[in-house]
């Protein structure tokens, strides 16, 4: 394992920010100044307000940087996911997908990628699936209009939703704050 690969594990391990700012660093050592800045750019971004002063100077460089490599960043993703991907404090963190797909490549997803929120198309027949995988552990949020009475039981049973903060049963909620 490389200093690269150890921070990385550091972040899925931990979704505050020292990581994000330790791997930034380690970026910015090692020549890689302008995903460094994107990753502080959008921690600071996650912490203030857009009354604070800073913000639209933030927000206008988040902007630029997104611009020029937003491509490259997400090439390390599977091919499914970088289209339906946010970018929140640096990393991909936000997934538009189907549960079919979700089910399918999480695991090696997760392995790449702090997912922290999910907008899922509705599979009734494997939302048991879903309840019992592990790699709901790091999700804080999932939005899918199609949760109803006979699944919310099977989801909320789910052992693995230890860091849900939200359910979404309507329209997909998200910050565009956190996505240039």
């Known amino acids: 394992m490389n200093d690269r690969d150890a921070l990385l ?3 899925l391990a931990d ?11 380690w970026l910015e050592e090692t020549g890689d100044p302008a995903r460094a800045e994107f990753i ?4 600071s971004l996650a912490r203030m307000t857009d009354e604070d002063p ?7 460089r988040e902007r630029q940087l997104w611009d020029q490599h937003a491509a490259a960043w997400r090439a390390p993703l599977p091919r499914w996911a970088r289209p339906k991907v946010v970018f929140r404090r640096g990393f991909p963190a936000g997934l538009d997908t189907t549960l079919t797909q979700w089910l399918k490549q999480s695991s090696s ?3 790449q990628a702090p997912i922290e929120s ?3 198309d509705w599979d009734s027949a494997k939302l048991p699936a879903l ?3 592990p790699t709901l552990g790091s999700i804080r949020a999932i939005a899918g209009w199609w949760f109803g009475e006979a ?9 693995h939703l230890g860091r849900l903060r939200a359910l979404f049963l309507g329209a997909w909620c998200q910050d565009s704050r956190h996505q240039p």
């Open 54 to 60: 800073r913000w639209s100077e933030l927000a206008r």
């Open 109 to 111: 997803l997760r392995r």
């Open 9 to 11: 594990g550091a972040i």
């Open 15 to 25: 979704p505050e920010d020292t990581p994000r700012l330790a791997l930034a660093d």
């Open 40 to 43: 502080r750019v959008q921690c």
């Open 131 to 133: 309840a019992d995988s």
């Open 151 to 159: 699944e919310l039981p099977v989801l909320t049973a789910s052992p």
């Open 118 to 120: 999910l907008r899922l």
